[in-house]
């Protein structure tokens, strides 16, 4: 062998040692970032919720608008609960249940059923019955407390 192919040997083993560290970089950094993205996803949900409920409360004016919107942001924030809770990672804060992993499936359906409620919602705002609203949105309630119940520890 002469000593241009060794070059080249070595050269190949520092690029894979490389690509090798870069894997362990990106796996870390998923880890130490999931726990607060998977909060501010729920925080939209929150905030969501939250500001149905006030222009039902309050009657505010933009009224049955502004309620598609939310119910239009809530679904499409269900689309990304899966990939946000996809690493598994539990740390003194977090209120994440092991049985998201063990029970992954249950977990991903329990997003869609909040999509599809979310969905109806928006629907049914576009047509303004109130009665028709408020139920769509104990719907969705729901679907939140079904998740929360099997997923997310209780309040200490
Ligand atoms: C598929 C399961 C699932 C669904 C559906 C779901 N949540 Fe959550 N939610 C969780 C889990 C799990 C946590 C705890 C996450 C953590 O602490 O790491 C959480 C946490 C939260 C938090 C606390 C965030 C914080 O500051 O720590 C709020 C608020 C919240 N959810 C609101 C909602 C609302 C409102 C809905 C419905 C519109 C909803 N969630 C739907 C699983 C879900």
Redesign the pocket.
């Given at each position: 062998m002469n000593r241009g192919s060794q070059g080249t040997r070595v050269g190949w083993v520092i690029v894979l040692a490389l690509i090798a560290t870069a894997g362990l970089v990106l796996a870390q950094g998923a880890e130490e970032g999931a726990?607060a993205y998977?909060?501010k996803i729920?925080?939209v949900?929150?905030a969501?919720?939250?500001a149905i409920n006030d222009v039902l409360k309050f009657k505010l004016p933009g009224g049955t608008e502004h309620i598609v919107a939310h119910a239009e942001t809530?679904q499409r924030?269900?689309r990304l609960?899966a990939g946000a809770?996809q690493t598994e990672v539990?740390?003194e804060?977090?209120?994440?249940?092991p049985t998201?992993w063990q029970q992954w499936d249950q977990?991903?359906g329990?997003?869609e059923?909040?999509g599809q409620a979310?969905a109806k919602l928006a629907e049914v705002a576009k047509g303004g019955d109130q009665a028709a609203i408020m139920a769509e949105v104990k719907v969705?309630?729901q679907?939140?407390s079904?998740?929360?119940n099997t997923?997310?520890?209780p309040n200490e």
């Open positions: 726990p998977r909060e729920m925080t949900n929150g969501s919720m939250g809530i924030e269900s609960i809770f539990m740390t804060e977090s209120r994440a249940l998201i977990f991903v329990a997003a059923n909040l979310s969705v309630g679907a939140c079904n998740c929360h997923f997310r520890k």
